[in-house]
């Protein structure tokens, strides 16, 4: 139950994204084959800054594994892997919770 707790409090707000996150990162996964994901609600922060934060976890996290990551945009990663018909890219976006770019 401690550890719980503990998890909680480090990880701030959790999916799913609840009124008291006031940042959400936003997830996409494309590949020539078809294999999409549209985009989805990964987790929920409270302040933009832990929203940034996973930003970076994820570049590294992404770098490590082989992925070309861009900083796209402001708050906005983009990470290419592969070639030609066999190109995947993911797409990381932290934006104002009650921003729904999933429609």
């Known amino acids: 139950m401690r550890t719980m707790l503990v998890l909680v409090l480090v990880l701030g707000c959790t999916v799913p ?8 990162v936003w997830h996409a996964y494309h590949s020539v084959n078809g294999a999409d994901q549209n985009p989805y609600a990964l987790t929920g922060y409270s ?4 929203c940034e934060e996973r930003l970076r976890f994820e570049y590294g996290r992404l770098t490590r594994g082989g992925w070309t ?14 070639k030609g018909e066999a ?11 009650g921003v729904d770019v999933s429609k």
Do not use: D, N, Q
């Open 17 to 24: 994204v609840g009124a008291e996150c006031a940042w959400v």
């Open 87 to 97: 190109i995947k890219t993911e797409h990381y976006r932290c934006l104002p919770a």
């Open 69 to 82: 990551v861009k900083y796209a945009e402001e708050r906005t990663l983009a990470a290419f892997k592969g």
């Open 47 to 50: 302040s933009m800054e832990a």
